[in-house]
C-alpha cells in the first residue's frame, strides 16, 4: 500500500512538473529579460550592429532582453587554446537574436554550445564516392551548425564580418540560421512557420527565388545573393538570411542613442 502511494506520488510530482515547466520557463525568462543591461554589453552592441541605432527604444528593449536570455542559456567554449571573453560571447549573442525578433518564444531550442575557434579549423571528411569508394580528406571551416546542439565558429571570421557588415556576408547570421532550418531535424530552407497555411507560401516564394538565383548564376548575371546559396535550398535560406541584415542595412552616420 505505501510502495502504491510512493509511485503514485512520484507520477504526480512529475506531471506536475512537465506542465508547470512551459510556464516556469516563461517567468525565468521574463526575470532575465528585466535584468539591468551592462553599459559595457551595450557598447559592444552598439559597435558590432550597425541597425542598432535605427531600431525603436522597445526593439532596442527586446534584443537587449532575447540577449539576456541567450548568454544565460547558452554555453560558450573556446577551441584550440582561445580564451572566450565577454567581448565574444556578447557580439555573439547580439548578432544570433537579430534572428528573434519574430517573438516566437523560442530561443534554438536544440543549441546548447557554441564552440569558438582563434580562425579557420581543420575537420576530417569523409566522402562516399561511386562503387562504394569512400574518400576522406581534411577540409578547412569557417563555421558549422549541427543539427544535435552546437554551432562553430572562427572568431576571426566573426571579426571581419562586423567589419565590413554590408557585404552581405555574416558567418554568425549563415550558421544561426541553420539553426532555425534545423529545429524540426532537417534542413531544407525551411524553418518552423507560425501556421500550417504558411508554409505553401513559403514553398511558392523559396522555390521561385532559389531556382531563379541558380538560373542567374548558371547564365553568368550579376546576383544580389553570393552564389554559394545556389548550393542547395538549405544553404540558400542561410546566404538569404546574410544578404538581408547585411546588404539591405543602413550604416549610421550620428553617435547612438544611450539605450
Known amino acids: 500500500m505505501i510502495q502504491t502511494l510512493i509511485v503514485l506520488?512520484?507520477?504526480?510530482?512529475?506531471t506536475a512538473a512537465i506542465l508547470l515547466h512551459p510556464a516556469l520557463m516563461r517567468w525565468h525568462r521574463n526575470r532575465?529579460?528585466?535584468?539591468?543591461f551592462l553599459p559595457l554589453w551595450r557598447a559592444v552592441?552598439?559597435?558590432?550592429?550597425?541597425m542598432y541605432e535605427k531600431l525603436s527604444l522597445d526593439e532596442r528593449r527586446r534584443?537587449?532582453?532575447?540577449?539576456q536570455v541567450f548568454l544565460a542559456e547558452k554555453q560558450?567554449?573556446?577551441?584550440?587554446g582561445l580564451q572566450v571573453t565577454e567581448e565574444m560571447k556578447i557580439t555573439i549573442a547580439a548578432i544570433a537574436c537579430l534572428l528573434l525578433f519574430n517573438e516566437r518564444g523560442q530561443y534554438f531550442p536544440k543549441l546548447r554550445s557554441i564552440l569558438i575557434y582563434p580562425s579557420a579549423y581543420v575537420v576530417n571528411t569523409t566522402t562516399f564516392v561511386e562503387n562504394f569508394v569512400v574518400e576522406e580528406r581534411r577540409e578547412a571551416r569557417l563555421g558549422e551548425s549541427w543539427s544535435a546542439d552546437q554551432v562553430v565558429l572562427a572568431w576571426d571570421i566573426v571579426k571581419r564580418d562586423i567589419l565590413h557588415w554590408t557585404d552581405g556576408h555574416n558567418v554568425v547570421l549563415h550558421e544561426f540560421a541553420h539553426q532555425l532550418?534545423?529545429?524540426?531535424?532537417?534542413?531544407e530552407g525551411v524553418p518552423i512557420l507560425p501556421s500550417h497555411s504558411d508554409y505553401a507560401i513559403w514553398k511558392q516564394v523559396?522555390?521561385?527565388s532559389y531556382q531563379q538565383l541558380c538560373q542567374d548564376i548558371e547564365s553568368g548575371v550579376q546576383t544580389v545573393i553570393d552564389s554559394y546559396g545556389a548550393t542547395n535550398p538549405a544553404e540558400f535560406f542561410a546566404v538569404a538570411t546574410e544578404t538581408f541584415f547585411g546588404?539591405?542595412?543602413p550604416i549610421a552616420d550620428s553617435p547612438p542613442n544611450s539605450l
Open 76 to 80: 560558450f567554449i573556446g577551441c584550440a
Open 45 to 50: 552592441i552598439e559597435q558590432t550592429l550597425p
Open 206 to 208: 523559396m522555390t521561385q
Open 181 to 187: 532550418d534545423q529545429e524540426d531535424g532537417q534542413a
Open 9 to 14: 506520488l512520484m507520477v504526480v510530482i512529475i
Open 32 to 36: 532575465l529579460k528585466h535584468r539591468p
Open 247 to 249: 546588404k539591405t542595412t
Open 63 to 67: 534584443l537587449q532582453g532575447h540577449i
